[in-house]
C-alpha cells in the first residue's frame, strides 16, 4: 500500500461517512450516491480486479471522472516537494493536479511515429529525482496518443 501524504494525517473520517453509516447506507430520500460509490458498484469493481487482475485492493473510491480521480490519487499521495513522472504528451489535467499537491512533474517524453515509451529514459527521469519520485502517471490506452 503507497504511503498516504502527510497532510492526510489525523483527518479521520468525513461526518458524512459516519453519518452515512449510521444510517445503514441509505437515505430516506433521494439522495446523492454515497461518498465512497455506490455499493453494488464498488463490489463489481472489486471482483473485476480480483478476478482479471488478482488483486485485492484494500481501498477504493468511485469518482464522477478521470480527472477527480487523479486529483485525488495525487493528493493523497503527494506532499510538496515530491515528484511525479508523467508520460507527455499527457491528459491536461495532470499539471494542475501534481501543482494542487505542490508536487513537481517530472516528463518522460514519448516520441513519434510509434510513441513507445523508452524504459531507459523513464529509468533516468526516475533516478534523477532524487528519491521523491512518489507517483507514476500512466493510462493504458495513453491519453492522447491511445
Do not use: K
Not at 39 to 55: S, W
Not at 61 to 78: P, Q
Not at 115 to 134: H, I, M, P, Q
Request: with cysteine; proline share 10%; hydrophobic share 45%.
Amino acid at each position: 500500500m503507497p504511503r498516504r501524504a502527510t497532510r492526510l494525517t489525523g483527518l479521520g473520517t468525513s461526518v458524512f461517512t459516519e453519518m452515512t453509516a449510521l444510517g445503514g447506507g441509505r437515505a430516506r430520500f433521494p439522495a446523492r450516491a454515497p461518498l465512497p460509490g455506490v455499493p453494488a458498484l464498488r463490489a463489481a469493481v472489486l471482483d473485476h480486479q480480483r478476478v482479471h487482475y488478482g488483486l485485492e485492493p484494500e481501498e477504493l473510491l468511485v469518482t464522477f471522472g478521470a480527472t477527480e480521480a487523479i486529483a485525488a490519487a495525487l493528493l493523497a499521495l503527494c506532499d510538496p516537494g515530491d515528484e511525479v513522472v508523467a508520460l507527455e504528451p499527457f491528459y491536461d489535467s495532470y499539471v494542475a493536479g501534481i501543482a494542487f499537491a505542490g508536487a513537481h512533474r517530472r516528463p518522460v517524453p514519448l516520441r513519434p511515429p510509434d510513441f513507445a515509451l523508452d524504459l531507459d529514459e523513464l529509468r533516468a527521469v526516475a533516478r534523477s529525482a532524487r528519491g521523491r519520485a512518489r507517483v507514476l502517471l500512466c493510462n493504458s490506452p495513453h491519453n492522447p496518443t491511445g
